[in-house]
């Protein structure tokens, strides 16, 4: 077990970048070298594709590729035949809403919440009229307002779209007992829940939730880009009609008809991203190895350090968004007399990388906070106390030059 925080030796981008100050970890985390190595072994050993060869390198690749499906299903405490691999959760939450259209009737409804990134939002829009779409709104500690959600269930509720983790707010929703009251009041009703900021802030095992279904990204857990799963119930897994068919998913295609293979492979068609999905076991089998209790309350703490430090620093000047009972690894502020995008620009002359503008949550921002961008910085396994000491006082030398003089 690995028990030390920062792991900063463990990412080769701080020997490239010494000085870097990383504080963009819920858009997308850096990358250990044990991930590199998988990837690079993948290409410099056994460079074929999956499931077609009947050569060495060819078997060899597909069976990295499938065990690497088993270390996720163990991972998630599931099975193998439950995860879908695919380049992300927003390919995976748009999968599930193609995969379902024709299963929408005129009287159904979907609800989704303010909290949603555009991923967990527009997929989910498109599927029905504008009346039959409900945008749950939030508490004042920026919750979700679970009275208005279970009220809108009905017999006609097709679907719920929630995060686990809110990517602005870092908030985390209390998914299990929310997807029970849901499917205590209609247990047809499909739960689809988004983990791309869960995964390594607490332990997403998707059957603690009444949940049909779960996406998350591997590059948002030190795996590489362009790789994530989908994750759902066998059954609600069958509903789904391919929405991409061609190689690799097909059992037998003739002039008149075509079968898909078994799950999970009807839904993976064409040559794969091997390489990421081998990249995605090492982050896993790289995750496996950390203390994650320790690594959560090193990532917690450190942002509940920052919430502290950012408000005796700015007082009524800030504007926090995330509920101090309820941090996890991500904050977002309004600071005023100094724009998000021009914060953002000054950090960034001082090597230190922070988000700024409406972080893929439009709604949440312009209708529900009323700003139309904020500051966010979020942390990952690397980061220490002596970033965050840093980027506040490059924040304050930032709102000093930018505030305009009082006359
Ligand atoms: C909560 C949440 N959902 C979905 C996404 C989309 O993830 P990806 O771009 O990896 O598909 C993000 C990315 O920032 C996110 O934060």
């Known amino acids: 077990m690995t028990s030390q925080f920062s792991l900063k030796k463990d990412f080769p981008i701080f020997v490239t970048r010494p000085d870097l100050v990383y504080l963009d970890n819920a858009a997308t985390s850096l990358t250990p070298s044990c991930v590199l190595k998988a990837m690079d072994d993948y290409y410099s050993s056994c460079r074929g594709t999956v499931t077609r060869g009947v050569y060495q390198i060819s078997e060899e690749a597909t069976s990295q590729y499938e065990s690497v499906r088993e270390r996720t299903a163990v991972f998630l405490n599931t099975k193998p035949e439950q995860i879908i691999f695919m380049p992300g959760t927003t390919h995976g939450l748009n999968m599930i809403a193609s995969g379902l259209r024709d299963d929408i009737k005129p009287h159904h409804t979907i609800i989704t919440t303010a909290l949603n990134h555009h991923a967990h939002f527009v997929p989910w829009q498109r599927l029905v009229d504008p009346d039959h779409f409900f945008v749950c709104p939030l508490t004042d500690t920026l919750g979700i307002d679970e009275d208005f959600l279970l009220t809108h269930i009905d017999e006609n509720t097709f679907?719920?779209?929630?995060?686990?983790?809110?990517?602005v707010t870092g908030g985390r929703i209390d998914a299990p007992s929310l997807t029970r009251k849901i499917k205590d009041i209609n247990p047809r009703t499909l739960i689809v829940l988004d983990a791309a900021q869960a995964m390594l802030n607490e332990s997403v095992t998707p059957e603690d939730y009444s949940c049909d279904f779960l996406c998350f990204s591997g590059h948002k857990m030190y795996g590489p880009t362009g790789i994530g799963v989908l994750w759902g119930?066998?059954?609600a897994l069958s509903l789904l009609e391919p929405f991409v068919v061609g190689g690799d998913m097909i059992t037998e295609v003739t002039t008149t008809h075509t079968t898909y293979r078994a799950l999970p492979h009807r839904l993976e068609p064409g040559t794969p991203n091997i390489s990421g999905v081998i990249g995605l076991g090492a982050a896993i089998d790289y995750i496996g190895n950390l203390d994650l209790s320790q690594l959560h309350n090193h990532k917690h703490g450190l942002i509940a350090y920052c919430f502290d430090e950012l408000q005796n620093a700015f007082g009524d000047d800030i504007t926090?968004?995330?509920d101090p009972g309820n941090i996890t690894s991500i904050l977002s502020f309004a600071l005023k007399g100094i724009h998000?995008?021009?914060?953002?620009?000054?950090?960034?002359t001082h090597n230190i990388c922070v988000r700024a503008g409406n972080h893929c949550?439009?709604?949440?921002?312009?209708?529900?906070?009323?700003?139309?961008a904020t500051t966010r910085i979020s942390v990952g396994a690397y980061t220490t106390r002596a970033d965050i000491d840093f980027f506040i006082n490059k924040t304050k030398e930032a709102r000093m030059l930018y505030q305009k003089p009082t006359v």
């Not at 679907?159 to 990517?167: C, D, F, G, Q, T």
């Not at 998000?340 to 960034?348: E, K, Q, S």
Request: proline share 11%; charged share 15%.
């Open 340 to 348: 998000p995008h021009d914060l953002a620009g000054y950090l960034d």
């Open 233 to 235: 119930k066998t059954e």
């Open 159 to 167: 679907l719920v779209a929630l995060p686990l983790i809110s990517n």
């Open 320 to 322: 926090i968004f995330s």
């Open 361 to 372: 949550a439009q709604p949440l921002h312009y209708e529900f906070l009323g700003i139309p």
